[in-house]
């Protein structure tokens, strides 16, 4: 299973970009994938993810700001980050887990398998 991200760059405050996530190889067909990020000196910490029940879920920091979505025919998972603000500085990883998760996992970084090589957003 490859993941590949894609969509990273330096804005500015206020500003939007998207991110995006190829997926291939991966033989289920429903499966939980999220964003993840994480600052220097920080751990790796949810942003969205998009269960394969087609919830969404958001940590708090982001709610009304970033936008999960998924297109199937694409293979490819998005996330639309909009008013962005310097403490979204992080590098953004794409995550599948191998099946369905419980919603009470779908937060947890470790209960995701397969990970993508990152992709840095930097907002000042």
């Known amino acids: 299973v490859q993941l590949v991200e894609s969509g990273g760059g330096s804005v500015q405050v206020g500003g939007s970009l998207r991110l995006s996530c190829v997926v291939s190889g991966h033989t289920r067909s429903r499966v939980c994938m999220g964003w993840f990020r994480q600052a220097p000196g920080k751990e790796r910490e949810a942003v969205a993810v998009s269960g394969s029940d087609g919830r969404t879920t958001y940590t708090d920091s982001v709610k009304g700001r970033f936008t999960i979505s998924k297109d199937n025919a694409k293979n490819t998972l998005y996330l639309q980050m909009n008013s962005l603000k310097p403490e979204d500085t992080a590098m953004y990883f794409c995550?599948?887990?191998?099946?369905?998760?419980?919603?009470?996992?779908?937060?947890?970084?470790?209960?995701?398998?397969?990970w993508g090589q990152g992709t840095q957003v930097t907002v000042s």
């Open positions: 995550a599948a887990a191998d099946g369905w998760l419980r919603p009470s996992q779908r937060l947890s970084a470790g209960t995701y398998k397969y």
